[in-house]
């Protein structure tokens, strides 16, 4: 079946840090990448998203690569701000029925 | 546009009681979906429908009950609650007819059962 796989949280980071959240997909087929991003008290929203193979897909100065050959669609940040803080999920779309295959989230707090 | 809403926001709930969770858009989308999110598991699907009149199940539907009798409204009922059922809900649409394939979610609702 299908499955993504996220780092375990929570990360810890100061102001203006590189950010790195590590996320490995398992699929039976070719599927497209999203990261949603959950702020406190809130419901999810789409972050980014790849469609295809070495696709990269950004906002708000996030980006992650779609890298077919290690399964894998990492989500990183030159330098965080304190706004940042939430909860990431990566997730996986596979077939034309919008059923959405997510990770287990991964919690972000920046500390100035 | 008020995307997704969901009511209520908060519901304590004794085990045996039955309750219905409300989600309506005003999006026209076809897909609307239910998730419930637990600590350390993420989202898993519970139900499902592509288009009024039609329903299906997701990932962990036992206990819970749907109907889209409307493409605005997509009721999630909970017929008998059991403490497992304790989580936190979303209530999420997209559209199948755009490709962009983006899930808006609704707020959530907080349910605990006594």
């Known amino acids: 079946g299908n499955s993504v796989t996220q780092m375990e949280g929570p990360v810890t980071l100061s102001e203006e840090a590189f950010l790195t959240i590590n996320c490995t997909y398992t699929?039976?087929?070719?599927?497209?990448l999203f990261w949603y991003v959950q702020y406190p008290g809130e419901g999810l929203q789409l972050l980014l998203k790849?469609?295809?193979?070495?696709d990269k897909g950004s906002n708000k100065g996030f980006e992650a690569t779609y890298r077919k050959e290690t399964t894998s669609f990492h989500l990183e940040k030159g330098s965080v701000q304190v706004s940042d803080s939430a909860v990431y999920f990566c997730?996986?779309?596979?077939?034309?029925?919008?059923?959405?295959?997510f990770g287990t989230g991964t919690k972000l707090q920046v500390i100035p | 546009n008020a995307g997704v809403t969901q009511t209520p926001k908060f519901q304590v709930l004794k085990t045996g009681q039955s309750m219905t969770l409300q989600c309506a858009q005003d999006?026209?989308?076809?897909?609307m979906s239910w998730y419930r999110q637990d600590p350390g598991m993420g989202l898993r699907l519970i139900h499902y429908?592509?288009?009024?009149?039609?329903?299906d199940q997701g990932e962990v539907p036992n206990g819970y009950n749907v109907s889209r009798s409307t493409t605005e409204d997509f009721p999630l009922r909970l017929l008998s609650a059991a403490p497992s059922q304790t989580s936190v809900y979303f209530c999420?649409?997209?559209?199948?007819?755009?490709?962009?394939?983006?899930?808006?979610f609704g707020p959530g609702t907080r349910l605990t059962v006594l």
């Open positions: 790849a469609t295809k193979a070495d």
């Open positions: 997730a996986l779309l596979i077939g034309g029925y919008q059923k959405v295959t």
């Open positions: 699929a039976t087929g070719y599927p497209s």
């Open positions: 999006m026209n989308h076809e897909y």
């Open positions: 429908s592509v288009g009024a009149g039609i329903t």
């Open positions: 999420a649409s997209s559209s199948l007819s755009s490709g962009s394939n983006e899930q808006f």
